[in-house]
């Protein structure tokens, strides 16, 4: 990872220092992704299974995972692993029961009654990426929220294995959050799926989850269609941007910017610090673990991509987390709370020096489902409440729409809309 000097940096090399990797690839990916959503629209599952087994099984011949198959596989799952998926069930589940939408009814004046309610999506497509690790941390943080809302249709998707499976872990969460129908398939052909439907997937309304660039964009493009989809967020590759300074741990430091260029070799770290003798300490760490981490390759990748830069001061490193509006944003200080008012723009921020980001991944009960590529700026962690749809409803008495008339009549009109003034004087002619 290189070291960057912020105050040193023209405009342009700052934008160049915190640009996401995959955003050179948009235009070329964007066409690659538009043709996959074709294909799956006009053709169906001989396209959803033709990708693949162009990019995961050779030999698979059936999308749908049948509940002998999800149980088979569900059983095969250790003691240790079950324990530990409990756990990571009970604290999610905690953490998504505080936030069940409560229905409001208010009278806004004299004989006028609105309320607000809330209604589980029928169709919920979860998205569950595969390839380089197989991720049932993501199934129980789509699946515990689908699982409290309800939602009629529970639709669990996900690249196979070489052989055609899909990992025990996998499974036991499936069956533990009531998911209603799996299918094995993943990349952009799996939300093509979802979105338009084939033979055997019938559409959903709303797509989740997190994936790489492929799958970021055919979930934006899908959204787009008439009648598609919506969708959860712009999820991609992950990213982490630590904010630290002398009084934080170099090891920790290290093993958390490891822990997510670990994900993949698009993700991105960053380490932001006004302390010289902290970023040194930091890169030395990391080579370190390097040496014993399983993903290396894939790590080194990433940090080919990362960046560690000094700052001015602890005020400067918060602009710069403000500007980069990371997925997830961890604060290694002492005195980390007070710094909090000036970082808001993150999908999840870990407050700490024992607050490492995987304990969000996992199981300390927040969702791990966050926006990436700066969408933290104006998109939310996923939660609750992303699970229904909400509407209102208003009944109005005639003593009530009298009292009102003549604001209605009088706006109508200012706007030139006489059929809607109409509605109103028509109500009030007709008392008998």
Same mark, same amino acid.
């Given at each position: 990872?290189?070291?960057?000097?912020?105050?040193?940096?023209?405009?342009?090399?700052?934008?160049?220092?915190?640009?996401?990797?995959?955003?050179?690839?948009?235009?070329?990916?964007?066409?690659?992704?538009?043709?996959?959503?074709?294909?799956?629209?006009?053709?169906?599952?001989?396209?959803?299974?033709?990708?693949?087994?162009?990019?995961?099984?050779?030999?698979?011949?059936?999308?749908?995972?049948?509940?002998?198959?999800? $149980?088979?596989?569900?059983?095969?799952?250790?003691?240790?692993?079950?324990?530990?998926?409990?756990?990571?069930?009970?604290?999610?589940?905690?953490?998504?029961?505080?936030?069940?939408?409560?229905?409001?009814?208010?009278?806004?004046?004299?004989?006028?009654?609105?309320?607000?309610?809330?209604?589980?999506?029928?169709?919920?497509?979860? =998205?569950?990426?595969?390839?380089?690790?197989?991720?049932?941390?993501?199934?129980?943080?789509?699946?515990?929220?689908?699982?409290?809302?309800?939602?009629?249709?529970?639709?669990?998707?996900?690249?196979?294995?070489?052989?055609?499976?899909?990992?025990?872990?996998?499974?036991?969460?499936?069956?533990?959050?009531?998911?209603?129908?799996?299918?094995?398939?993943?990349?952009?052909?799996?939300?093509?799926?979802?979105?338009?439907?084939?033979?055997?997937?019938?559409?959903?309304?709303?797509?989740?989850?997190?994936?790489?660039?492929?799958?970021?964009?055919?979930?934006?493009?899908?959204?787009?269609?008439?009648?598609?989809?919506?969708?959860?967020?712009?999820?991609?590759?992950?990213?982490?941007?630590?904010?630290?300074?002398?009084? $934080?741990?170099?090891?920790?430091?290290?093993?958390?910017?490891?822990?997510?260029?670990?994900?993949?070799?698009?993700?991105?770290?960053?380490?932001?610090?006004?302390?010289?003798?902290?970023?040194?300490?930091?890169?030395?760490?990391?080579?370190?673990?390097?040496?014993?981490?399983?993903?290396?390759?894939?790590?080194?990748?990433?940090?080919?991509?990362?960046?560690?830069?000094?700052?001015?001061?602890?005020?400067?490193?918060?602009?710069?987390?403000?500007?980069?509006?990371?997925?997830?944003?961890?604060?290694?200080?002492?005195?980390?709370?007070?710094?909090?008012?000036?970082?808001?723009?993150?999908?999840?921020?870990?407050?700490?020096?024992?607050?490492?980001?995987?304990?969000?991944?996992?199981?300390?009960?927040?969702?791990?489902?966050?926006?990436? =590529?700066?969408?933290?700026?104006?998109?939310?962690?996923?939660?609750?409440?992303?699970?229904?749809?909400?509407?209102?409803?208003?009944?109005?008495?005639?003593?009530?729409?009298?009292?009102?008339?003549?604001?209605?009549?009088?706006?109508?009109?200012?706007?030139?809309?006489?059929?809607?003034?109409?509605?109103?004087?028509?109500?009030?002619?007709?008392?008998?």
């Amino acid at each position: 990872m290189r070291v960057f000097q912020w105050s040193q940096l023209s405009d342009q090399q700052q934008a160049d220092v915190l640009a996401r990797p995959a955003q050179s690839q948009s235009v070329e990916l964007q066409q690659q992704v538009a043709a996959i959503i074709n294909a799956v629209a006009s053709e169906g599952d001989a396209a959803v299974l033709r990708y693949t087994r162009q990019f995961d099984c050779e030999t698979l011949s059936e999308l749908r995972y049948s509940e002998a198959e999800i $149980a088979a596989q569900a059983g095969k799952l250790s003691t240790d692993v079950q324990q530990a998926i409990d756990t990571a069930y009970a604290t999610i589940r905690a953490f998504h029961l505080q936030q069940q939408p409560q229905d409001i009814r208010v009278e806004t004046a004299p004989g006028v009654v609105c309320t607000q309610r809330f209604d589980a999506l029928n169709a919920v497509g979860l =998205y569950i990426p595969g390839g380089t690790a197989v991720l049932p941390s993501t199934a129980l943080m789509l699946g515990v929220p689908a699982q409290i809302a309800n939602n009629p249709r529970r639709v669990l998707v996900s690249p196979p294995d070489k052989n055609g499976e899909l990992s025990p872990a996998l499974m036991y969460v499936a069956q533990k959050c009531g998911i209603t129908e799996v299918y094995r398939c993943g990349g952009a052909q799996a939300i093509a799926a979802l979105a338009v439907g084939t033979e055997s997937i019938a559409p959903v309304a709303k797509i989740f989850g997190p994936g790489n660039s492929f799958v970021t964009a055919a979930k934006q493009q899908v959204a787009q269609r008439n009648g598609g989809p919506a969708i959860d967020m712009p999820a991609g590759p992950s990213e982490l941007l630590v904010i630290a300074d002398d009084t $934080a741990n170099p090891a920790f430091v290290a093993a958390d910017l490891l822990s997510q260029a670990e994900h993949g070799a698009d993700s991105q770290v960053i380490l932001v610090s006004p302390s010289a003798s902290l970023i040194e300490a930091t890169q030395s760490a990391i080579e370190q673990q390097l040496e014993v981490l399983p993903r290396s390759a894939t790590a080194r990748k990433a940090l080919e991509q990362s960046a560690l830069i000094q700052t001015e001061s602890l005020e400067q490193a918060c602009q710069i987390s403000q500007r980069y509006a990371p997925e997830h944003l961890s604060v290694q200080l002492d005195d980390a709370e007070q710094y909090l008012p000036q970082l808001t723009l993150a999908g999840s921020i870990f407050i700490g020096h024992y607050t490492p980001e995987s304990g969000g991944d996992y199981a300390t009960g927040t969702n791990h489902v966050l926006p990436t =590529y700066g969408f933290a700026r104006n998109y939310s962690s996923l939660g609750l409440l992303d699970f229904y749809r909400r509407y209102t409803t208003q009944t109005v008495s005639k003593q009530g729409l009298a009292q009102l008339s003549k604001a209605i009549i009088t706006l109508a009109e200012t706007e030139g809309l006489r059929a809607h003034a109409r509605a109103v004087s028509i109500r009030l002619e007709n008392q008998s």
